[in-house]
């Protein structure tokens, strides 16, 4: 005589803690996310300060109060991704692709940090350089911060959708990029009659752009690190 089995149902609570720890990884990896988002906004916004003579932080300019609406709680979100994977480390004991993830996510937040604080440099110097900027140098400072925004979007889909074929598609586009930014280096160093305050401020700017630009590879690099293992350069302290 043959007793029929009853199917093995997977045990429920174990499903549970696995789907709660995933969900956790994808929480951290959208506060990252939205870290990228406002930076690819806060390049659109220095470069209108530059270009319409007016500073982010002028009261009642409205490019500067969607400004700060909008980064006013990204120091928090920040914290709360360093303290996530600290926990995610020390509690759940990540391997392989997780670990990865994780790691790739707390890389992706401070650089985030990074070009935001970029994204101040340019917009803080708006209202003493803007007045120097003739046409020309208008016409390069919109390439550059376009051309920079849509690299560091790039970037951005890339580690939304963990795709590694995005994230090598940023390096040639950076290339490209990186061109726009010479010849703008190039045209203020070619500027007559400017005080050494005024070169210095300009300066800054060209390197912000340059430095947002590499900031965008690395995020393309820390995707590649995620997906595929591949080492990624240490951050800069």
Known sequence: MQFEQDPIEPFEPARELRRGYHDRIAEVREHSLELLRVSIAGIGMACHALLERASLGTPGAEVGSTWVSRTSDIQERAAQVDTEVVALLALESPVARDLR?????????????????????????????????????????????????????????????????LAAAVVPQAVAVRAHQTEFLTALIAMEGVSMEA?????????AFERLADHAVEIAERVRFAVQGTPAPALEP
């Open 199 to 207: 070169a210095l401020d300009l300066a800054v700017v060209a390197r």
């Open 101 to 165: 993830v994780i790691l790739a996510a707390r890389d992706v937040t401070q650089l985030g940090l990074l070009c935001l604080g970029l994204c101040d440099a340019v917009a803080s110097r708006a209202a003493r350089v803007a007045g120097l900027l003739d046409i020309g140098l208008r016409r390069r400072v919109d390439e550059v911060s376009r051309g920079t925004a849509a690299l560091l979007g790039a970037a951005e889909g890339a580690w939304a959708t963990l795709d590694a074929d």
